[in-house]
């Protein structure tokens, strides 16, 4: 991956050096607001920062020649939030074929890039995990957020099959795959691994071991069909859900009845999975008997070889009617899987220290939106348990709490002078929540670590600045000149030159052939360059010195191309007389004139 650096003038870091120190003493004199804004502040829900690691090797015709794997990664994208999470996806052999780095989803033109990044890979030959986990860690290290939940999912149908010509050995490769995995262990990447096992060779121990190591989960299956329920189960456990079961049903040719429940008014997306290996059309009507249009603006419509997946967007509570009709006697199996804004978290303890023989009376609250949960029937729905674990023996205990009112409440007699973890898990049918780890020390009789705090009155209020307003001029201060410094710099940067790099493919219209992609870095150019220039200015693609790329705003490129090129971005013409924004992850295909021949071009920070 190329790892994109700012270069600083001298003239910068004098400057630096005089700004800097300012920002630096207003900073810490404005700390104490900050920190009371941001205690305030409610935590937005989840997000996913997924690596999709797949085998692409020339083992793969036989066991999954349907290429099913592709169309279950594509489903995994589709049940993905509509905003905010990010897809990268790494497709290997022996060394890595394609690459896409991490593309944040704002749209479902998004999602549809990364089904056709998915749709164009190639296979070849040879196999080394290695260099597929080594690359996936890489991607999530270069451009996962902190404030989301980081993942890779592998998908691998055998054992390593190395070049021999290549010199590489399997001593080689373990130890780079231990590195690897290790490396995914400290970042706290869990490694979800998916075994096809169509030929009965495959390695079950080093897949189990990844996932295991890193504290994801494995799955084995001997047939590709069964792919899509497995990516939805990862998908699910990732983010403490449930697949749940809604129907399975054998299609007649006519509309058949399927009830929906949604139960309760914090489901963000509900996702409905339609699996059936002919084509399905379906009916929607809500709680209320109103038919909803599929798609409309709260429902989206996803649509593969395979599947259908309708997302429905903050779904009123109760049941819906879902209508299929499918090809006579095709099976279709129909999963839901809810996405919640929920949180649990422990009340504060109204002591701070406990010894032998002290029972801690333990309460807790969900939270929606960063405001608490008070609607009893969401609490009495749930199951909640207070999981006690001796860390001296080893011992844990399972003890029921109450739920007949908005809270969950219980208690835990402290039986010797040992170390404690405490934490409430509560779950109902479609989904769990997990609250933080309470650790309580009852030889020193105190509490070692606070559980993140309710709305609990036990808990000191955060005492205030005697004077606001002092705060909110610096705070402005602050901002402003921050914001100056930043875009100061940003200026600076796009004059410099280009960072990133463009992967190249060139499509002959006549052969149907596709050259093998060429990844060109951004780096040396000045200014503005041309699409000859990236094309090492061969003769017969001259044409191409029409199309020039200029720095834009926050690492994006723009561009501009003369008369005779056709530009499509998304399967659209695009304008480009005033300029085109590429952004990372951003593809564009330019059709030449004087040659049949289409250049494809991917541009990657």
């Given at each position: 991956?190329?790892?994109?650096?700012?270069?600083?003038?001298?003239?910068?870091?004098?400057?630096?050096?005089?700004?800097?120190?300012?920002?630096?003493?207003?900073?810490?004199?404005?700390?104490?607001?900050?920190?009371?804004?941001?205690?305030?502040?409610?935590?937005?829900?989840?997000?996913?920062?997924?690596?999709?690691?797949?085998?692409?090797?020339?083992?793969?015709?036989?066991?999954?020649?349907?290429?099913?794997?592709?169309?279950?990664?594509?489903?995994?994208?589709?049940?993905?939030?509509?905003?905010?999470?990010?897809?990268?996806?790494?497709?290997?052999?022996?060394?890595?074929?394609?690459?896409?780095?991490?593309?944040?989803?704002g749209s479902a033109g998004d999602k549809q890039d990364l089904k056709d990044f998915i749709d164009g890979l190639d296979r070849g030959a040879y196999t080394d995990i290695?260099?597929?986990?080594?690359?996936?860690?890489?991607?999530?290290?270069?451009?996962?957020?902190?404030?989301?939940?980081?993942?890779?999912?592998?998908?691998?149908?055998?054992?390593?099959?190395?070049?021999?010509?290549?010199?590489?050995?399997?001593?080689?490769?373990?130890?780079?795959?231990?590195?690897?995995?290790?490396?995914?262990?400290?970042?706290?990447?869990?490694?979800?691994?998916?075994?096809?096992?169509?030929?009965?060779?495959?390695?079950?121990?080093?897949?189990?071991?990844?996932?295991?190591?890193?504290?994801?989960?494995?799955?084995?299956?001997?047939?590709?069909?069964?792919?899509?329920?497995?990516?939805?189960?990862?998908?699910?456990?990732?983010?403490?859900?449930?697949?749940?079961?809604?129907?399975?049903?054998?299609?007649?040719?006519?509309?058949?009845?399927?009830?929906?429940?949604?139960?309760?008014?914090?489901?963000?997306?509900?996702?409905?999975s339609i699996m059936s290996a002919k084509p399905v059309t379906a009916k929607l009507t809500d709680p209320s008997g109103k038919e909803v249009t599929i798609p409309s603006?709260?429902?989206?419509?996803?649509?593969?070889?395979?599947?259908?997946?309708?997302?429905?967007?903050?779904?009123?509570?109760?049941?819906?009617?879902?209508?299929?009709?499918?090809?006579?006697?095709?099976?279709?199996?129909?999963?839901?899987?809810?996405?919640?804004?929920?949180?649990?978290?422990?009340?504060?303890?109204?002591?701070?220290?406990?010894?032998?023989?002290?029972?801690?009376?333990?309460?807790?609250?969900?939270?929606?939106?960063?405001?608490?949960?008070?609607?009893?029937?969401?609490?009495?729905?749930?199951?909640?348990?207070?999981?006690?674990?001796?860390?001296?023996?080893?011992?844990?205990?399972?003890?029921?709490?109450?739920?007949?009112?908005?809270?969950?409440?219980?208690?835990?007699?402290?039986?010797?002078?040992?170390?404690?973890?405490?934490?409430?898990?509560?779950?109902?049918?479609?989904?769990?929540?997990?609250?933080?780890?309470?650790?309580?020390?009852?030889?020193?009789?105190?509490?070692?670590?606070?559980?993140?705090?309710?709305?609990?009155?036990?808990?000191?209020?955060?005492?205030?600045?005697?004077?606001?307003?002092?705060?909110?001029?610096?705070?402005?201060?602050?901002?402003?000149?921050?914001?100056?410094?930043?875009?100061?710099?940003?200026?600076?940067?796009?004059?410099?030159?280009?960072?990133?790099?463009?992967?190249?493919?060139?499509?002959?219209?006549?052969?149907?052939?596709?050259?093998?992609?060429?990844?060109?870095?951004?780096?040396?150019?000045?200014?503005?360059?041309?699409?000859?220039?990236?094309?090492?200015?061969?003769?017969?693609?001259?044409?191409?010195?029409?199309?020039?790329?200029?720095?834009?705003?926050?690492?994006?490129?723009?561009?501009?191309?003369?008369?005779?090129?056709?530009?499509?971005?998304?399967?659209?013409?695009?304008?480009?007389?005033r300029g085109l924004e590429l952004k990372n992850g951003d593809r564009i295909s330019v059709a030449l004139a004087t040659v049949d021949k289409t250049i494809l071009l991917?541009?990657?920070?």
């Open positions: 991956m190329l790892r994109t650096q700012l270069r600083i003038s001298s003239t910068t870091k004098n400057m630096l050096r005089r700004i800097l120190p300012l920002l630096l003493m207003l900073c810490i004199t404005a700390a104490p607001f900050a920190a009371g804004r941001a205690s305030a502040a409610s935590p937005a829900p989840s997000h996913i920062d997924a690596v999709l690691l797949i085998d692409v090797s020339n083992s793969m015709n036989k066991s999954d020649k349907n290429k099913i794997a592709n169309e279950a990664m594509k489903m995994f994208i589709d049940m993905l939030s509509a905003q905010g999470d990010k897809v990268g996806i790494v497709a290997y052999t022996d060394k890595v074929q394609r690459e896409k780095a991490l593309l944040q989803i290695a260099v597929g986990m080594e690359e996936a860690v890489k991607v999530l290290e270069n451009g996962s957020d902190k404030t989301h939940e980081p993942m890779i999912v592998m998908l691998a149908d055998g054992n390593n099959d190395l070049n021999e010509a290549s010199g590489r050995t399997q001593s080689q490769s373990d130890q780079e795959l231990d590195t690897a995995v290790n490396t995914a262990k400290q970042k706290g990447y869990p490694v979800y691994t998916i075994g096809l096992n169509a030929d009965g060779k495959l390695n079950k121990e080093i897949l189990a071991g990844l996932s295991d190591k890193t504290g994801g989960k494995t799955f084995v299956t001997d047939s590709a069909d069964d792919l899509p329920q497995i990516l939805s189960e990862i998908f699910a456990a990732h983010l403490k859900l449930k697949v749940v079961p809604v129907q399975s049903i054998t299609a007649n040719g006519s509309y058949q009845d399927v009830t929906v429940n949604v139960p309760n008014s914090s489901v963000l997306e509900a996702n409905i603006s709260n429902v989206l419509l996803s649509k593969s070889s395979t599947y259908s997946l309708i997302k429905l967007l903050s779904p009123a509570q109760g049941n819906w009617k879902l209508q299929v009709k499918g090809v006579p006697k095709d099976k279709i199996d129909i999963n839901l899987v809810f996405n919640y804004d929920l949180e649990l978290k422990l009340d504060a303890l109204p002591s701070k220290t406990y010894k032998k023989g002290d029972t801690i009376d333990i309460s807790s609250h969900l939270f929606s939106n960063g405001t608490q949960v008070t609607l009893s029937n969401l609490y009495q729905d749930m199951k909640a348990v207070l999981l006690a674990t001796d860390i001296d023996t080893g011992k844990v205990q399972e003890l029921p709490m109450d739920n007949s009112g908005a809270e969950f409440k219980g208690s835990f007699k402290i039986e010797e002078s040992h170390n404690y973890e405490l934490k409430v898990r509560a779950e109902e049918s479609s989904f769990y929540r997990e609250s933080d780890v309470l650790k309580i020390n009852a030889k020193t009789g105190a509490v070692a670590t606070s559980p993140a705090s309710g709305t609990s009155g036990t808990e000191p209020a955060l005492e205030q600045p005697a004077s606001n307003t002092l705060y909110y001029i610096i705070g402005g201060i602050v901002l402003v000149l921050a914001a100056g410094v930043v875009l100061w710099l940003l200026r600076q940067k796009s004059n410099r030159g280009f960072v990133g790099q463009m992967v190249v493919e060139v499509l002959d219209g006549n052969t149907g052939e596709k050259t093998y992609p060429q990844y060109k870095k951004l780096s040396a150019f000045r200014g503005k360059f041309t699409l000859h220039q990236l094309l090492q200015l061969a003769p017969e693609l001259k044409e191409s010195e029409k199309l020039v790329f200029t720095p834009g705003n926050g690492d994006r490129l723009l561009l501009r191309s003369g008369e005779g090129l056709s530009v499509e971005k998304s399967g659209r013409t695009a304008d480009t007389s991917e541009y990657l920070i």
